[in-house]
């Protein structure tokens, strides 16, 4: 069965970090370019980052340029999302995706919020 399982969201301060996993199962994503994207309350979902199937092609949306670095490992299956920088819009619930062709897959998505 082909699963994205995301992990590492939770409750941070203005100016914290943290570190979003997303591992794939039932498939390799080493054939897939990987995104990551957010959903906040009442808004679209949105594309945060995106990397390519090798790893040499990174980008992002202009709001967390600079302050978000993604990453893969294709031994261990998953991707990663380092945020830095925090803000409180950033607060929103965060998901993965696996794309390649017509193929596409999502994470369920795991919840950040951004909060003093």
């Known amino acids: 069965q082909v699963q994205l399982v995301e992990s590492g969201g939770g409750l941070v301060q203005p100016g914290g970090s943290l570190r979003l996993s997303c591992v794939g199962s039932?498939?390799?994503?080493?054939?897939?370019?990987m995104s990551w994207y957010r959903q906040a309350p009442e808004k679209e979902r949105e594309l945060v980052a995106t990397?390519?199937?090798?790893?040499?092609?990174?980008n992002y949306a202009d709001s967390v340029k600079g302050r978000f670095t993604i990453s893969r490992d294709n031994v261990k299956n998953t991707v990663y999302v380092q945020m830095n920088s925090l803000k409180s819009e950033d607060t929103a619930v965060y998901y993965c995706?696996?794309?390649?062709?017509?193929?596409?897959?999502w994470g369920q998505g795991t919840q950040v919020t951004v909060s003093s």
């Open positions: 995706k696996a794309h390649r062709s017509i193929d596409e897959y």
């Open positions: 039932g498939f390799n994503i080493r054939d897939y370019t």
């Open positions: 990397i390519s199937s090798v790893g040499s092609i990174r």
